[in-house]
């Protein structure tokens, strides 16, 4: 009879807990503190967070498929850390310098 009672409310608390959960871990040493949005959404590679008068999305990057026609692969993470960073885009290809250049301001992203 217990039975019947306790796996019920051990599933409720599990599922609460990870419903309010506010914290995206990103990687061992990154994670992200989100307010609560009105809406979740995720496919196999994105998921967006919907909020009243602004969105957030977090992708997944594809090295091989990121940019048609050019394989990113062992340049990915510094590719991307170059739409933020400055200073890593002299380590970058000129090709991926300007690509990054580019992406950055495609994306808006503040100097």
Same mark, same amino acid.
């Given at each position: 009879?217990?039975?019947?009672?306790? $796996?019920? @409310? @051990?599933?409720? *608390?599990? +599922?609460?807990?990870? *419903?309010?959960?506010g914290n995206l $871990?990103?990687? #061992?040493d990154l994670a992200?503190?989100?307010?609560?949005?009105?809406?979740?959404? %995720?496919?196999?590679?994105? &998921?967006? =967070?919907?909020y009243e008068d602004?969105?957030?999305? %977090?992708?997944? $990057?594809?090295?091989?498929? +990121?940019?048609?026609?050019?394989?990113?692969?062992?340049?990915?993470? #510094? +590719?991307?850390?170059? =739409? =933020?960073?400055?200073?890593?885009?002299?380590?970058?290809?000129?090709? &991926?310098?300007?690509?990054?250049?580019?992406?950055?301001?495609? =994306?808006?992203?503040?100097?």
């Amino acid at each position: 009879m217990k039975r019947i009672f306790i $796996v019920p @409310l @051990l599933a409720l *608390c599990l +599922f609460a807990t990870g *419903c309010m959960a506010g914290n995206l $871990v990103l990687s #061992q040493d990154l994670a992200l503190d989100y307010p609560e949005p009105e809406l979740i959404s %995720h496919t196999s590679t994105t &998921l967006i =967070f919907k909020y009243e008068d602004w969105t957030m999305s %977090h992708e997944i $990057v594809d090295a091989e498929t +990121f940019y048609p026609g050019i394989d990113l692969s062992g340049d990915a993470e #510094q +590719f991307i850390r170059a =739409f =933020f960073t400055e200073d890593v885009r002299p380590s970058l290809s000129p090709e &991926l310098r300007d690509m990054a250049i580019k992406q950055r301001e495609a =994306f808006d992203i503040p100097d």
